[in-house]
Every structure is written in C-alpha cells, then in structure tokens.
C-alpha cells in the first residue's frame, strides 16, 4: 500500500520537527537508525519497548513492527520506506493509523559530531495539530533513548 509516492515537503503547520546533535560520528549514527538489532532497542518513547516483524532497507521496502507499551498494550506499526540515501537521509510512510511520513537527516557536524533531523510530515494540518501536543515531548524520548542506545555502539 503507498501512502504517498515521493518526499513530502516540509509545511510547517504540517510538520512537528525535532533536532538534536549526537557526539558520535555519523556512521554509528546510521546504523543506529537503519540496523534493525540497535533500532529495536531504542525506537518509541520511554517505557516502550519493540518486536520487529520485517525490516526491508530499501526503497518500497516494508518495515513492520509491533510497539509494546508501558500500559501492556501493543500498537502495530507499518511503513514503507520510500527514500534512503545512506548517511544523508531515510524516509518512510506511516500506514498505520494516524498516517504521515517520516524523514530523518542526518549530517555531519564534526568527525565526532551528527545533527539529527527527525520529521513527521502529516497529510493535514489538522493531524498535525491533535498529535503536536504529545508527540513533540515524545520525540524526545524517542531521541534520549537513541542516545543511550549509541553510547554502546
């Protein structure tokens, strides 16, 4: 199923962006997103945990996974990935409820330093607007555990 065919742009009232910068190079950065052993380990905010069913590394690849929550509940996840440009940028549609794109870029700072650009592109603006309240502080999470997760890479 293909949510959308290409890159979305970047609309602001459609977007909720986080950035931060790691003190790792930027291939233990990569392969923190894209190795589904490390991914697995610290994908979704804290207290969840996850189960990867299939995990395609290329353009029209699935990736599918199930999110364990900290309330025993379990929310499946499938996407498609629909741009990879290793050490640059990953891309992939959100099917499952609610729908959006994502896109991660990365860039080299330093030898030793990666800046992380994580981006959820909703269809609507009105998505966006329901989801910012939360998964602004979510992301977050979602990025202090990749920091942890690259502390052992």
């Known amino acids: 199923m293909h949510l959308i065919p290409a890159l979305l742009p970047n609309v602001a009232t459609k977007t909720i962006?986080?950035?931060?910068?790691f003190t790792k190079p930027i291939d233990k950065v990569y392969?923190?997103?894209t190795d589904p052993r490390h991914l697995g380990n610290w994908w979704g905010p804290r207290g969840f945990t996850n189960s990867i069913e299939v995990f395609d590394l290329k353009p029209g690849g699935e990736w599918k996974f199930t999110m364990h929550g900290p309330d025993g509940k379990s929310y499946l996840n499938e996407c498609e990935f629909v741009h990879?440009?290793?050490y640059d940028r990953i891309a992939w549609n959100h099917h499952s409820h609610p729908r959006f794109q994502v896109q991660v870029d990365l860039e080299?700072?330093?030898?030793?330093?990666?800046l992380v650009q994580y981006q959820m592109i909703f269809l609507d603006e009105s998505t966006c607007s329901s989801m910012r309240s939360f998964?602004?502080?979510?992301?977050?999470?979602?990025l202090d555990k990749l920091e942890a997760e690259?502390?052992?890479i």
């Not at 080299?108 to 990666?114: G, L, M, Q, V, Y």
């Not at 998964?135 to 979602?142: D, G, L, Q, R, S």
């Open 31 to 33: 392969k923190a997103w």
């Open 150 to 152: 690259l502390a052992m």
């Open 108 to 114: 080299e700072i330093t030898p030793e330093k990666t």
């Open 84 to 86: 990879i440009a290793p």
């Open 135 to 142: 998964v602004t502080e979510k992301n977050e999470e979602n």
């Open 17 to 21: 962006k986080t950035t931060r910068i």
